[in-house]
DNA sequence: TCAGATTGCTTGACAGTGTCAAGTCGTTCT
DNA sequence: AGAACGACTTGACACTGTCAAGCAATCTGA
């Protein structure tokens, strides 16, 4: 393989989150794992944002994918909005270290790689249609109802992973999917109310 | 002066967030600032977390002052929900890395610290007896919708503190701050709605 | 065929970090 | 006077990201 290493390297950090979080996530701990020098990664990669945003663009894929997976398993614009907003709980919640390193700018600043924002921002269009559809409207002109649901969601999620959110939340982790459910169903409740 | 250091520490230690964000406060940056060896906070802290919590209480103390404000500005309790929201964001953007370290788990586990614990709990309260208000219910019965609003705002501050939102979000502070009212607002539209 | 360049790393060094351990110096107590 | 203590300082260690140089194998072109 010629990308052998290349791809060692990232495979390392992707272990390296998910078994220590963010913090377990040093460039010398990921090149001992993947079993090379320390330079080593410094030869596929310029720096360490750039090895970062490889791994963040992966995240943001597989993000996607969960928020296909949750629209194509619903037909109804609303319960779609807050399946889609489940869904991505749950991805933050399955992957939680991954997650923070997609939303920190001190971490990986997006603007600088334009393929990772490429990718993150079709994270935000599926649901922005689906958010639009459930209001009615057109995409475009559902900008702050997007961001309302988003915020809901994120907030949720960040809150969760950082221990903030009281303990009445669930212990299960099924529990704790219930009551997402809920709490994302008090934004959608507003069209039942509106019918 | 007797504590003389010990404040000129924690002083040190805002000043470097305000100035430098996150990554800025190193305890070593804060002892040189403060004008003493890099061992000093040590003799006054039994470690950096501990450095740490007594500045997240002082974050989350000038938080509730914020929250009170809000809460004093209005008297119908829906209009008074979207207010608590918005000075929640406010709060965040004035002070972007404060709200970061306030809510990084990784950086101060509050359940190691009962006194910035309680204090953090006490912000959390009176947003939702706001909220209860708004919903016609007891503070203990609205627990979701507590989840749901806060999650909104807080969701809305991290994702604009780390340039996560549209460009169309607005420009200067002030358009900003309209459009947190406008998204706020989509929450607290369902009581109109319910009407 | 064989010098020279390129590829794919490794090794070494440096300044920065948090923290453990020991040292210093002035006051205070006995 | 001497011991103890408080308020630090100094030194060291292992860790970090990154700059610089080195080095063996492979490829290139004459």
Redo the contacts between chains.
């Keep these: 393989m010629k990308d052998d290493v290349r791809s060692k390297i990232l495979d390392a950090g992707l272990t390296l989150l998910s078994e220590g979080?963010?913090?377990a996530l040093s460039m010398r701990a990921v090149a001992r794992i993947a079993g090379v020098s320390h330079q080593a990664p410094y030869h596929y990669f310029p720096d360490r944002e750039s090895i970062l945003a490889e791994i963040v663009k992966s995240g943001f894929e597989t993000l996607h994918q969960y928020e296909v997976r949750a629209v194509e398993a619903e037909q109804d614009p609303v319960k779609r909005t807050s399946e889609i907003g489940c869904a991505y709980v749950q991805f933050a919640l399955d992957h939680p270290a991954l997650f923070q390193l997609m939303?920190?700018?001190?971490m990986v600043?997006l603007?600088n790689f334009e393929e990772a924002h490429t990718t993150?921002i079709s994270t935000?269009e599926l649901p922005q249609s689906v958010i639009a559809a459930a209001h009615g409207k057109k995409p475009e002109d559902a900008?702050?109802?997007t961001?309302?649901c988003?915020?809901?969601?994120?907030?949720?999620?960040?809150?969760m992973l950082?221990?903030?959110?009281?303990e009445?939340?669930g212990e299960t982790r099924k529990e704790q999917d219930q009551?997402v459910r809920?709490?994302?169903a008090?934004?959608t409740?507003?069209f039942i109310?509106?019918r």
Tied chains: 1, 2.
């Design positions: 979080g963010l913090q939303f920190r700018r001190e600043d603007d993150a935000f900008l702050n109802e961001i309302a988003w915020s809901m969601a994120h907030g949720l999620a960040t809150l950082e221990g903030k959110m009281p009445a939340l009551r809920e709490v994302m008090l934004y409740s507003r109310a509106a």
